[in-house]
C-alpha cells in the first residue's frame, strides 16, 4: 500500500505570493490532517478535513485555508506569505473514527525570502 | 498551542542503554500517542495508549500512561544507534476527530 504523498517536496516562494501544497493519504483513508513544523513553536495542527468537510481547525490566521477533494486527496493554500511561514508542512491521513493512528508524509519544506 | 512538554528535551546514551523520555499534558485525553521523527522528516507511529489503559508494549516499547498525573512515560530498551531521532508525545481530546496535540519533543542520541 502507497504511503501518504506531498508534493513538492521543497519550495522557495517570495514573500506575498501565495503557495498550495498538495497531499494524497493512504487508499482507503478519509481523514486528512496539516500540521507546521517549525524550530520555534514545535508542530502545531493547522486544519483537520474528512469526507470533504473541515472537521477541526487551529489556531491560524485566515490566510491558511485548505480542502479536500472526493477522493479525499488535499491541499493547503497559503496566502500573502509572510517570512514566518518558513516551515515543515506535513500532511497526516487516518482511517476513519477518533483518534486513530496517522500516518503521515515526508513533509514539503517551504522557504519564504 | 501545545498540550504539554516533553522532558528531557535532550538526551544521550550509549548503544545498549535503556531510555526514557516523559510527557506532561493538561487536560483529559481520549488518547495518547507516541511518534519518531528522523532529521526534520514525516513522524513516524510508534505506540497507541487509550486513556483506560496503564502500560502497553510494543517490541522494545514500553509506554505506560497516568490518567491522574496527566503523564505518560515511553521507554526504550536496549537502545540502537538507529534509535536516533526525536521522539514527540501526541494528545487526542475526547471529540477531537484525529487532531493530534503535540508535545514539545525529545531528541534522543544513541551513540556507539
Known amino acids: 500500500k502507497a504511503g501518504v504523498t506531498q508534493t513538492p517536496r521543497y519550495l522557495i516562494k517570495t514573500r506575498g505570493q501565495q503557495v498550495t501544497l498538495s497531499c494524497s493519504p493512504i487508499s482507503g483513508h478519509r481523514s486528512v490532517s496539516w500540521y507546521q513544523q517549525t524550530p520555534g513553536q514545535g508542530l502545531q495542527f493547522l486544519f483537520e478535513y474528512f469526507s470533504e468537510t473541515q472537521r477541526n481547525k487551529g489556531n491560524f490566521p485566515g490566510r491558511f485555508s485548505g480542502r479536500q477533494f472526493s477522493n479525499s486527496r488535499s491541499e493547503m493554500n497559503v496566502s500573502t506569505l509572510e517570512l514566518g511561514d518558513s516551515a515543515l508542512y506535513l500532511c497526516a491521513s487516518s482511517q476513519a473514527g477518533q483518534g486513530a493512528q496517522a500516518f503521515f508524509g515526508q513533509g514539503t519544506r517551504l522557504t519564504v525570502v | 498551542s501545545q498540550q504539554g512538554e516533553e522532558d528531557p528535551q535532550a538526551l544521550s546514551i550509549q548503544e545498549g542503554e535503556n531510555a526514557t523520555m516523559n510527557c506532561s499534558y493538561k487536560?483529559?485525553?481520549?488518547?495518547l500517542q507516541w511518534y519518531r521523527q528522523n532529521s526534520g522528516r514525516g513522524l513516524v507511529h510508534l505506540i497507541l495508549?487509550?486513556?483506560?489503559?496503564r502500560e502497553k508494549h510494543s517490541g522494545r516499547l514500553r509506554v505506560t500512561l497516568d490518567t491522574s498525573k496527566k503523564s505518560s512515560s515511553l521507554l526504550i530498551t536496549a537502545s540502537r544507534a538507529a534509535d536516533t531521532a526525536s521522539y514527540f508525545c501526541a494528545t487526542v481530546l475526547t471529540g477531537g476527530g484525529n487532531k493530534l496535540t503535540f508535545g514539545t519533543g525529545t531528541q534522543l542520541k544513541v551513540e556507539l
Open positions: 487536560t483529559s485525553i481520549n488518547n
Open positions: 495508549i487509550r486513556s483506560n489503559e
